[in-house]
């Protein structure tokens, strides 16, 4: 893992004490340099998500990660299941190739 793949992942595991967690850098799908780490997958199975909404899940998993999200890492997909409900799907979509959106990529 890379320093901040893997700060996420302690972050995110100290914190949740997950049932299942993945942190996957898909930086390599965008428009970044080779080596970036700024483009995140999360799935996240975790206990003190049953009975919480999506956006609830969400919001603890951005309070968590603060920091990085204030120092570089510039997206981060999010899957949170609670137990049950990760044991019934056990999947996540794939995530879709980047489309751009660089206002590099647009002329004036």
């Known amino acids: ?9 302690a972050r995110l595991s100290q914190t ?9 850098n898909e930086s390599y799908m965008h428009s970044v340099p080779a080596g970036s780490e700024t483009h995140f997958k999360v799935v ?4 003190c998500f049953v009975g919480k909404r999506q956006v ?4 603890a998993v951005y309070a968590c990660l603060a920091d990085e999200l204030k120092s570089g890492v510039h997206a981060l997909a999010l899957h949170t299941f609670s137990p049950e409900e990760w044991a019934a799907s056990g999947a ?3 995530s879709p190739n980047c ?3 660089s206002k590099h ?4």
């Open 44 to 47: 996240l199975a975790a206990d």
């Open 56 to 59: 609830q899940r969400h919001q």
């Open 99 to 101: 489309m751009g959106g």
């Open 92 to 94: 996540v979509p794939a």
């Open 105 to 108: 990529d647009h002329s004036s």
């Open 1 to 9: 893992m890379n320093p901040v793949e893997s700060r996420i992942f």
């Open 16 to 24: 949740f004490n997950p049932v299942h967690l993945e942190v996957l």
